[in-house]
């Protein structure tokens, strides 16, 4: 009598749970990062990056200042110098080392809700300052976007602590 072998039913679900996984894995990750993810991953990046600049003031003891270069889609955050400390300045402030730099993404739209000076006027908008004493001030408040998502950051006068809102920018407060 010869016996024949085959796979038993357990065997089979196993071998197919484990395909199963695998495929799971392998869409995930050639499908990449969804919209949503993005804007919250860089949101979260934007208050992260407004929280270092606070600092940088209060250590200091002078008043910094945020700007957006719409045409470099980036945040630059520097001390506020006088005329004759600009004219020292050897380069351009965006390229400066005692400049912190956020550059946002390619396919994210950066722009600003409030517009109070023009970027015809200058390459550059200014949004926020800070000040050593921990207060801030929110002079054009700034939004990112990423496909129809989109969100909005202002900061707290008194704290000098970030609030981002969703939506069109008259949400909640997210934290």
């Known amino acids: 009598?010869?016996?024949?072998?085959?796979?038993?039913?357990i065997e089979v679900i196993?071998?197919?749970?484990?395909?199963?996984l695998l495929t799971g894995v392998a869409v995930m990750s050639l499908r990449g990062e969804s919209p949503a993810a993005a804007l919250e991953r860089n949101a979260?990046?934007?208050?992260?990056?407004?929280?270092?600049v606070r600092f940088l003031c209060a250590?200091?003891?002078?008043?910094?200042?945020?700007?957006?270069?719409p045409d470099k889609k980036m945040?630059?955050?520097?001390?506020?110098?006088?005329?004759?400390e600009l004219q020292e300045l050897e380069k351009d402030?965006?390229?400066?080392?005692?400049s912190e730099k956020f550059v946002f993404?390619?396919?994210?739209?950066v722009f600003t809700v409030d517009e109070e000076d023009s970027p015809a006027e200058h390459d550059y908008v200014e949004l926020f300052r800070f000040y050593p004493t921990g207060g801030a001030v929110c002079l054009n408040r700034p939004g990112?976007?990423?496909e129809e998502l989109a969100r909005f950051f202002d900061i707290s006068f008194f704290s000098g602590q970030v609030i981002c809102l969703d939506g069109d920018g008259s949400g909640e407060e997210k934290r």
């Open 1 to 9: 009598m010869t016996l024949k072998r085959s796979f038993t039913l």
């Open 44 to 52: 979260l990046e934007v208050e992260a990056f407004l929280a270092r």
């Open 14 to 20: 196993v071998v197919l749970v484990i395909i199963m």
């Open 144 to 146: 990112i976007r990423m």
């Open 75 to 84: 945040f630059c955050a520097h001390a506020d110098y006088n005329e004759e």
């Open 105 to 109: 993404p390619e396919d994210m739209e």
């Open 93 to 98: 402030i965006t390229e400066s080392p005692a």
């Open 59 to 69: 250590e200091s003891g002078r008043d910094y200042v945020v700007r957006l270069y």
